[in-house]
């Protein structure tokens, strides 16, 4: 599986878009990317994966590069809910193997 | 939905005793994941079933963890002896199986202490 860098933390002002880097440069044509956060001492969550298009869903944007070599995910207007860590992973599709590696993750703060 | 189920939330027990972790995926999944988490090494995937079947256990740190999930509906992680530094949030997940992606649903976790 592909290696994924994430900055440690960011800030975001309540209301405003929050816009998630993540580098994925040894990306092979077949691995997705997907996007999990987890909000403080809960269980992670799903939000959105792509493989190659920009992606939209009711939780956030996920925009991959042409290259596949680097994706953002957006949140378009950031709520204090939002504040959790983020976690960026890269996946191949394999038959019967649905196993997820996540790695540190972008602690994303949102400021009232 | 209930969603994924663990029990207990909370366990702390003293070293060298028997914990038992347990989870009830969600209705109709056939995918079962167990994961650790700690403050030093992050989420870790333990070990994962399909259909019941264990996959793959590389990440069970050692022979005193053990894994059984003996029908769709309940799996358990057994730590015998525990020790402290097998204090963590162990989480549970469940997936379909199949196509392309399946989403993991994660449980609340058990927050394990041994002192």
């Known amino acids: 599986d592909a290696k994924t860098t994430q900055p440690p933390s960011m800030d975001c002002a309540e209301g405003r878009a929050a816009n998630l880097p993540c580098n994925h440069s040894t990306i092979s044509g077949n691995e997705y990317v997907y996007w999990y956060r987890q909000i403080h001492s809960q269980g992670p969550q799903y939000i959105i994966h792509?493989?190659?298009n920009n992606e939209t869903n009711e939780m956030a944007s996920l925009i991959i590069t042409e290259d596949r070599k680097s994706s953002t995910l957006i949140l378009p207007h950031a709520t204090l809910r939002d504040t959790a860590v983020y976690y960026c992973i890269v996946r191949g599709y394999q038959t019967g193997a649905n196993n997820l590696f996540f790695g540190t993750g972008t602690r994303l703060t949102v400021i009232p | 939905d209930a969603g994924v189920i663990q029990s207990p939330r909370h366990e702390v027990t003293e070293m060298g005793q028997e914990v038992t972790l347990r989870c009830k995926p969600i209705?109709?999944?056939?995918?079962l994941f167990w994961y650790r988490q700690t403050m030093m090494r992050g989420l870790e995937l333990l070990i994962y079933?399909?259909?019941?079947?264990?996959?793959?256990d590389s990440g069970m740190p050692e022979d005193r963890f053990s894994a059984k999930m003996p029908n769709a509906s309940f799996s358990t992680l057994k730590i015998q002896p525990s020790e402290p530094r097998d204090s963590a949030v162990y989480f549970c997940a469940s997936s379909l199986t199949g196509g392309t992606f399946r989403e993991q649903y994660f449980g609340p976790g058990t927050r394990l202490t041994v002192t």
């Open positions: 209705s109709g999944h056939n995918s």
């Open positions: 079933f399909n259909n019941n079947v264990p996959i793959d």
């Open positions: 792509g493989l190659k």
